[in-house]
């Protein structure tokens, strides 16, 4: 696995950035990335897209997935930063539990420096099973804030994630970590985002059976629809199209879909969203259960 990626190191001047777009409109006041560039490199990630806009620097967007900046300074920033009103996401730039954490943990660090200095909702967006090496901390951090953790699940087909998402876990065992937060105490919801190639009521369905909370969803990124900011990658749009899944990138079809997925969450009893509301959900202090 490491030699698949570099890993650098260097000091931030902050940890916690205020919220902008989709993430402040959800009701987060805060952002936390403890590092630049994401080693599992999906094929579609918004996130280079961005460029300087996203804190990025040219090699990041050009060799995205290749190597990863970590904020060493990090859990001495966040003990500094952290103030009992925030609601927190991280991260909307690298997944927490990127492959690199694997070689130089960040997490555990910041998680006690949580626990030290609790915000007032923390919400960990991830689609690494890692996580739960973690579990002790985290039940710890859920006893004296709110803790949820996002866990994308972006399909039901194992061949289409080792497509688009060829360095993260397969289907099965990203669900059954989602099951395995939830015995343990752990708010976790399979957040079905964003929507690849698959059975859109299968993957309602497995999301249900792992998690007792209500559906986050959300399509591709498309400019299209989205004139502004960050979109989905263009290496993606040439796997879809040499694969014959160019309809998953059309807006409406994406609409069927996400019709089709609410009607199939409304049966098993689930709300369903896209967007900004339903990751407002995430930012809610108390969440319904199912």
């Known amino acids: 696995?490491?030699?698949?990626?570099?890993?650098?190191?260097?000091?931030?001047?902050?940890?916690?950035?205020?919220?902008?777009?989709?993430?402040?409109?959800?009701?987060?006041?805060?952002?936390?990335?403890?590092?630049?560039?994401?080693?599992?490199?999906?094929?579609?990630?918004?996130?280079?897209?961005?460029?300087?806009?996203?804190?990025?620097?040219?090699?990041?967007?050009?060799?995205?997935?290749?190597?990863?900046?970590?904020?060493?300074?990090?859990?001495?920033?966040?003990?500094?930063?952290?103030?009992?009103?925030?609601?927190?996401?991280?991260?909307?730039?690298?997944?927490?539990?990127?492959?690199?954490?694997?070689?130089?943990?960040?997490?555990?660090?910041?998680?006690?420096?949580?626990?030290?200095?609790?915000?007032?909702?923390?919400?960990?967006?991830?689609r690494g099973p890692l996580i739960l090496r973690d579990l002790a901390l985290l039940r710890e951090l859920a006893v004296r804030a709110t803790l949820r953790v996002s866990f994308s699940i972006t399909t039901d087909r194992d061949d289409i994630r080792r497509l688009y998402e060829p360095h993260c876990a397969p289907v099965p065992e990203r669900l059954a970590a989602v099951a395995a937060l939830n015995d343990a105490g752990i708010a976790a919801q399979a957040t079905l985002a964003p929507l690849l190639p698959c059975d859109p009521e299968a993957l309602v369905d497995a999301a249900c059976a792992v998690s007792p909370y209500d559906i986050v969803a959300d399509p591709l990124h498309l400019r299209t629809v989205k004139r502004q900011g960050a979109t989905t990658r263009e290496q993606a749009f040439r796997i879809a199209e040499h694969h014959g899944h160019l309809d998953w990138f059309d807006a409406g079809f994406q609409r069927a879909i996400v019709a089709k997925m609410e009607d199939r969450a409304r049966r098993r009893g689930r709300r369903f969203a896209i967007g900004p509301e339903a990751f407002s959900w995430l930012a809610q202090p108390n969440l319904p259960r199912a």
């Open 1 to 126: 696995m490491a030699d698949r990626f570099r890993i650098f190191q260097q000091p931030a001047k902050s940890i916690l950035t205020r919220t902008s777009g989709f993430i402040a409109q959800a009701g987060f006041s805060h952002s936390l990335t403890p590092a630049r560039n994401c080693t599992f490199g999906c094929v579609y990630c918004y996130v280079p897209t961005m460029g300087i806009y996203g804190g990025l620097k040219p090699d990041d967007w050009r060799r995205w997935g290749q190597f990863t900046t970590l904020k060493q300074n990090a859990a001495e920033l966040l003990r500094r930063e952290l103030r009992p009103p925030q609601r927190i996401y991280c991260s909307p730039l690298v997944d927490p539990y990127q492959p690199t954490e694997a070689l130089q943990p960040l997490m555990p660090e910041l998680l006690q420096a949580l626990i030290g200095h609790p915000p007032q909702v923390f919400v960990i967006q991830t």
